[in-house]
């Protein structure tokens, strides 16, 4: 009995190290360009995809991939921004892949259950890094979420529907990290596909309902934080809306 318990808790214990920091990996530093490429022929300037554009160009995609798959950020050779830079490209190359693997599909809630956490799309492992096996879920919150303390990357997280964030026409890298994080976050509180904003009346988007406590790291109150970057600013006690997510497919 003691050794089955001892084997159960290593057991989990390596199962913890895997999807957290792998720090067993001795990968380096990769770079983004290829994303950027193909960020940059597909995507429009509000991040809407052109994904029969991107079918045409999977190969571009899949050596992207490839260099993603063959480096597990690490904390011995990797910086912070480094490391999140990679985890934001890869979760948004990856749903890339989801898609345009079961094309034509009208949203990304198509492809699995109905039980979050459990057989949604978000949930199916499809994802090989370093021999390693993740889904979506695992790169945003078992990792993500988890290791970086860093709100703002709700609005670079793409998961291919229209009410997401828009997904950015370049690739995020350590150096530009904080400067396109901020612009993320300007451009979804201003935009009126995911937020309507007014002083008395403002109804936000439910991703600010569903990670509320992310957000409350930052700010004194969901208000204060979304009056950092919404041009117009929420009056003080006005009570918050939240608009219905609209998940069709984020399509050109």
Known sequence: MKLSLLLFFVASFGISCTLSGNNLSDSKPIKHDLFTQLLAKHVNSDGMVNYKGVIA??????????????????????????????????????????????????????????????????????????????????????????????????????????SCPKLRNEAYTAEKLNAQLEDQAIHFFNSKLRNDISADNPKVSKLMDWYGGDFKVAAPTITDYINKYSKVKIREGAKLGYMDYDWTLNEQ
């Open 57 to 162: 160009d999977s190969l571009l995609l899949n050596r992207y991939l490839a260099i993603l798959e063959g480096a597990h950020p690490n904390e011995k050779n990797w910086s912070k921004d480094e490391r999140l830079a990679y985890w934001i490209n890869a979760y948004n190359a990856f749903t890339l892949r989801l898609i345009i693997r079961n094309y034509p599909v009208k949203s990304i809630k198509e492809l699995g259950g109905s039980i979050y956490r459990v057989n949604t799309a978000w949930d199916i492992k499809f994802i090989n890094i370093e021999e390693q096996k993740y889904h979506l879920n695992n790169l945003e919150n078992t990792i993500i979420r988890k290791e970086f303390t860093e709100p703002r990357i709700h609005f670079a997280l793409v998961c291919a529907a229209k």
